[in-house]
Nanobody, 123 residues
Framework: QLQLVESGGGLVQPGGSLRLSCAAS??????IGWFRQAPGKEREGVSC????????NYADSVKGRFTISRDKAKNMVFLQMNSLKPEDTAIYYC??????????????????WGQGTQVSVSS
């Protein structure tokens, strides 16, 4: 059973930055996706890094502002979020799927989920 633990959320002013971390029990065989869910809205895919680590993708709403990366030796995946906007406010989740290439970011394809971390962007 893969375990995922997110951290790094918080309250930040518009234009600010946060770095989310996802600690996994292992990254072997798994692609990691970041998702977010705002109140009253469906969960949406934000970013993904493939099992190989060579493929990343981003939702249009975050392209150029968010960067996903990983430290495979430490089994950690990061989401650097810059130029944050109030509409980025949500609970952010990391999730894992076996042998993913990030071409399909539907949440239902992911097998393991963390508990989430709250990101609030407000002045």
């Amino acid at each position: 059973q893969l375990q995922l633990v997110e951290s790094g959320g918080g309250l930040v002013q518009p234009g600010g930055s946060l770095r989310l971390s996802c600690a996994a029990s292992t990254l072997d065989y798994y692609a990691i996706g970041w998702f977010r869910q705002a109140p009253g809205k469906e969960r949406e895919g934000v970013s993904c890094i493939s099992t190989s680590g060579s493929i990343t993708n981003y939702a249009d709403s975050v392209k150029g502002r968010f960067t996903i990366s990983r430290d495979k030796a430490k089994n950690m995946v990061f989401l650097q979020m810059n130029s944050l906007k109030p509409e980025d406010t949500a609970i952010y989740y990391c999730a894992a799927r076996v042998w993913g290439n990030c071409r399909d970011q539907r949440a239902k394809l992911y097998d393991y989920w963390g508990q989430g971390t709250q990101v609030s962007v407000s002045s």
